[in-house]
C-alpha cells in the first residue's frame, strides 16, 4: 500500500529517509514498467536537484509545508515555465512555451513539493476512460494482464500514485476526471468547488466547469494538498461523527445499471455506515433525471472546448485522436442562444437540488457504476461511446451542480477497485472533507475486521 503524506514527512523528520531518496525512487519506478505511458515527460535531474535543495533546507531547520521534500506528479494541463504544455496531444508540438507556471505549480513549487513530472491523459480531457494513441494508455494495477483502462481522464496521475512513481498527483475535473481514475485504481480523489482553486495556466477543457484537484493515497493526504492548491493554509479538518450523521443516496439516475461487483461494495459500505449510526435516507432527485434533456442541444464541454479549439482544429485537426476530435466538433452546432438557455438552466436546477440536500450532511452514491472495462472491449465506437457516458454519469452530476465531492475506495483486498462518492454543494469542501474523513475510516475499519 501506497504510505500516506504524513508517513513520509514523518520518514522524512526522523531522518529515516531523505527527499533525494524518496525522488531517486519515484523516478526508478517511472522508468520501468508503466512508466513510460504513465508520463509524457519526466524533471529526471530537476527534481533530484529540487530534492537536495529541500533536503539542505530541512538541515538548517526550514520545513515549508507538510508537503516538503515529497515527489509529487502533475497532469499535462499545467503550464510549466519553459515548457510547451500539450494536454496528451501531439497537435500542440511546436506551440509557443509557456512564459510563466500555471497558479497551482508556483503554488506546490512555495511548498516545497518536487515536481518528478508531467502525467499523461485523455487527449484534452475528453473522456472518462484514459485512453491515449499518442502515448499509449496506462493500464489499470488492478489487472494489468486483461488490460483494463484506469480511467480518465487524469489516467496518468492516478497510476503514478499506484505504482509509487510519485506520493501523490495533481488532476483537473471536468465531468469526474479526478474521481474516475481515483475509484477505477483503489485510491482517493478530492474535487473540490470549482472556484476554490485558481485556474490560471491550466489549459481549459470548460470553463464552466473544470476543476483542480488532488489524486492521493488517503482523504488526509488530500485535505493537505487541498490547502496548498487552494491558497487556504487549513489543516486537515476533524473526522465528523459517524453517528447521526445525514447522508442521502439519491436513488434518481445514480444507482442504475450498477454491476454486481459495485453493487455489493457500495451496499456493504451502506451496511458499515449504518451499524455505526449514521442516518441512511434513500430520496429521489428528478433533477437528475432532467440533466440530459437540458444539454439535449450542447454541453458546457462542447460548446466551451470547440471555442478552445477551432482554431487549432483547422490546423492540425488530423493529428487529434479522432474519437476526441468528433466529440469536439458537436461543440459547434450549439447555438449562442441554447448556450444561454443552458445557463440560465443550470442555475435554477443548482438550486432544486440544494434544496433538495438541505436537510443532509452529504450525498453518497458510487463513483462510477461499474468496474474498469478491458480496453480492447471498447474498440467499437458506439460500445466506446455508451461506456464513456455511463462511466461519467454519476460524477458529472455534481460537477454541474457546482459542488465538491471525494472518491473514497470501498472495496476489499482482491476486489476489482470500487469508489465511494461523498458530494455536497457548491463551498461545501470543509464539511465533505470531514465527512469523508469519518467515512473513510469506518470503511478502513470494516476492511480489517
Not at 514523518?10 to 508503466?34: C, H, I, K, M, N
Not at 501531439?90 to 510563466?100: F, K, R, S
Not at 450498477?258 to 456493504?268: G, H, I, N, P
Not at 455506515?273 to 442541444?297: D, K, M, N, W
Request: net charge negative; hydrophobic share 45%.
Amino acid at each position: 500500500m501506497t504510505e500516506t503524506l504524513s508517513a513520509l514527512q514523518d520518514a522524512l523528520s526522523t531522518g529515516r529517509t531523505t527527499s533525494e531518496a524518496l525522488v531517486e525512487g519515484a523516478l526508478a519506478r517511472a522508468g520501468t514498467g508503466e512508466g513510460p505511458r504513465v508520463f509524457t515527460s519526466l524533471y529526471g535531474e530537476r527534481a533530484l536537484a529540487a530534492a537536495r535543495a529541500s533536503d539542505l533546507m530541512r538541515k538548517a531547520g526550514f520545513v515549508r509545508s507538510p508537503l516538503e521534500g515529497l515527489p509529487i506528479s502533475i497532469k499535462d494541463l499545467f503550464d510549466v515555465a519553459g515548457e510547451t504544455t500539450k494536454a496528451g496531444s501531439v497537435a500542440l508540438d511546436g506551440a509557443p512555451v509557456a512564459t510563466a507556471n500555471a497558479a497551482i505549480v508556483d503554488r506546490l513549487l512555495a511548498a516545497g513539493v518536487v515536481l518528478v513530472g508531467r502525467t499523461n491523459m485523455t487527449e484534452f480531457a475528453f473522456s472518462g476512460l484514459g485512453i491515449n494513441p499518442h502515448y499509449g494508455t496506462p493500464l489499470n494495477p488492478f489487472d494489468r494482464a486483461s488490460g483494463r483502462i484506469p480511467g480518465g481522464s487524469s489516467s496518468g496521475a492516478a497510476v503514478s500514485v499506484t505504482d509509487d512513481m510519485a506520493a501523490a498527483a495533481i488532476g483537473t475535473d471536468t465531468g469526474g476526471s479526478v474521481r474516475i481514475p481515483s475509484a477505477l485504481c483503489g485510491i482517493t480523489g478530492f474535487k473540490p468547488t470549482a472556484r476554490r482553486v485558481p485556474r490560471e495556466g491550466c489549459l481549459p477543457l470548460s470553463t464552466s466547469l473544470d476543476s483542480i484537484g488532488p489524486l492521493a493515497p488517503s482523504l488526509s493526504c488530500c485535505a493537505l494538498l487541498d490547502a496548498v492548491l487552494s491558497g487556504s493554509g487549513e489543516s486537515v479538518p476533524a473526522p465528523a461523527g459517524l453517528a447521526g450523521l445525514r447522508l442521502a443516496v439519491p436513488t434518481t439516475l445514480a444507482l442504475d445499471g450498477m454491476d454486481e461487483t459495485v453493487a455489493t461494495a457500495f451496499r456493504r459500505a451502506l451496511k458499515t455506515l449504518s451499524r455505526e449510526g449514521a442516518r441512511i435516507t434513500e430520496i429521489a432527485v428528478p433533477e437528475f433525471a432532467t440533466l440530459a434533456g437540458l444539454q439535449s442541444r450542447g454541453s458546457f464541454a462542447g460548446a466551451e472546448a470547440w471555442h478552445w479549439h477551432r482554431a487549432l482544429i483547422a490546423k492540425a485537426g488530423d493529428r487529434y485522436d479522432p474519437r476526441v476530435l468528433v466529440r469536439i466538433q458537436r461543440g459547434a452546432e450549439m447555438a449562442l442562444a441554447d448556450y444561454l438557455d443552458l445557463v440560465a438552466a443550470r442555475q435554477s436546477w443548482i438550486m432544486a437540488v440544494e434544496d433538495r440536500l438541505a436537510g443532509f450532511d452529504a450525498l453518497v452514491m458510487p463513483t462510477v457504476p461499474v468496474v474498469a472495462p478491458r480496453i480492447t472491449d471498447l474498440a467499437e465506437e458506439a460500445v466506446y461511446g455508451a461506456t464513456n457516458l455511463l462511466i461519467l454519469r454519476n460524477s458529472t452530476l455534481i460537477n454541474f451542480l457546482d459542488g465538491c465531492a471525494a472518491s473514497l475506495p470501498c472495496y476489499r483486498e482482491g476486489e476489482a477497485p470500487v469508489g465511494l462518492m461523498v458530494a455536497g454543494a457548491g463551498g461545501q469542501d470543509r464539511c465533505i472533507l470531514a465527512v469523508g474523513l469519518a467515512i473513510e475510516a469506518a470503511l478502513a475499519a470494516s476492511r480489517a475486521a
